[in-house]
């Protein structure tokens, strides 16, 4: 991997200045913990269980796998919503076909790893993006920062939010997706061909949003740009740059997009497609193998808002609060307030 590969993967630059401290994240599966939080409710009836699940210290396929041997199913059988980190404690949502365990039955099952919290009748198969949004609570110790000047951050945060980076997760681990994106997609299985996809996109994605972050129009509206609604995927194209458009900008219900790469060129305009086509022009690799793949242009915010934002400190730790969209990486936000080892940033995106 070259330099602006490892920068746009793993060191973007921050927003908000340099991080305050350094903490330790994750010491125990405790210190992270994420909740989805679905967009619609249980049907009630149906062909299909929905499964509230609690898991320490397991990942998603795993439990998958563990639902399916209960249930008598194949595990492609087994829905969820997003994938959750291993080194966590998540409640996430499942789905499983019906069988001879009714919903009273499935609130026995579980282990020492996951416990099935929740069950109830659904119409169908629980469908990869179905959430609302994720919960989020997280320690981080050892972190010698001032009260003000946190309090000062957090405060800041809540008002600007912040850059919607893919976080390292999505690259592997030691950036193995990457590394894999210098063979033929040909020559990897259909699961492995997914990852080196996704992030060959999200790299793109990073890199403009770095170029906007350094140029500060990552969280402002101009004329070319593509908008999207805050938490939604409706997008429209940016012209005449209207007060009311700004102002709903500035209350982060509107955020500027950057692309995720695909056949043909970006609907941006002016400037921001000039920007983009060129900062995609340094990734030729990455796109190709997008445009190889027929997926199509395709636009994901530049910036996240962070709600319900909170903190507090005990004797050991400093804990944060806060609520974000489906999609969207915790390491975004954590990485505006803290510094912390790479291998404490996780296994896995909260979808």
């Known amino acids: 991997?070259?330099?602006?590969?490892?920068?746009?993967?793993?060191a973007p630059p921050r927003a908000h200045g340099e991080p305050l401290a350094r903490g330790a994240l994750r010491v125990e599966p405790e210190d992270f913990s994420v909740e989805e939080q679905l967009g619609f409710a249980p049907a009630g009836t149906g062909q299909h269980v929905l499964l509230k699940v609690r898991k320490r210290n397991a990942n998603t396929h795993w439990v998958a796998r563990e639902l399916a041997q209960s249930c008598g199913c194949r595990p492609?059988?087994?829905?969820?919503?997003?994938?959750?980190?291993?080194?966590a404690v998540a409640v996430q949502w499942f789905s499983v076909p019906q069988s001879r365990l009714t919903p009273e039955a499935w609130r026995a099952v579980g282990s020492a790893d996951f416990e099935?919290?929740?069950?109830?009748?659904?119409?169908?198969?629980?469908?990869?993006?179905?959430?609302?949004?994720?919960?989020?609570?997280?320690?981080i110790r050892d972190a010698a920062v001032d009260d003000a000047r946190l309090?000062?951050?957090v405060a800041e945060i809540r008002r600007?939010?912040?850059?919607?980076?893919f976080g390292p997760q999505r690259f592997g681990r030691d950036g193995a997706n990457l590394v894999r994106a210098a063979h033929e997609l040909h020559s990897l299985r259909a699961p492995?061909?997914?990852?080196?996809?996704?992030?060959?996109?999200?790299?793109?994605?990073n890199a403009v949003l770095a170029e906007r972050v350094r140029d500060g129009s990552w969280e402002h509206l101009e004329d070319g740009d593509i908008a999207n609604l805050d938490g939604r995927g409706s997008i429209f194209p940016v012209g005449t740059l209207e007060p009311q458009l700004l102002e709903r900008c500035a209350r982060l219900e509107i955020h500027p997009t950057g692309p995720l790469w695909g056949r043909g060129a970006p609907p941006s305009g002016r400037r921001v497609l000039e920007l983009e086509a060129r900062v995609a022009a340094e990734?030729?690799?990455?796109?190709?193998?997008?445009?190889?793949?027929?997926?199509?242009?395709?636009r994901r915010s530049l910036r996240l808002a962070v709600h319900d934002l909170s903190w507090a400190r005990d004797s050991r730790a400093i804990e944060v609060r806060f609520r974000l969209a489906r999609g969207s990486f915790a390491t975004a936000v954590l990485r505006e307030l803290v510094e912390s080892d790479a291998a404490q940033q996780g296994e896995s995106e909260a979808d």
């Open 1 to 10: 991997m070259n330099q602006a590969w490892l920068e746009a993967a793993f």
């Open 160 to 165: 600007r939010g912040v850059p919607n980076y």
């Open 192 to 205: 492995q061909r997914g990852l080196v996809l996704s992030a060959a996109r999200s790299l793109v994605f």
């Open 151 to 153: 309090a000062q951050r």
């Open 116 to 139: 099935v919290l929740e069950a109830y009748a659904h119409s169908r198969k629980l469908p990869r993006g179905a959430l609302a949004a994720n919960r989020f609570t997280i320690r």
């Open 76 to 87: 492609a059988d087994v829905g969820y919503a997003g994938l959750k980190d291993r080194r």
């Open 283 to 298: 990734f030729p690799q990455a796109c190709a193998l997008a445009v190889g793949a027929a997926m199509r242009q395709e």
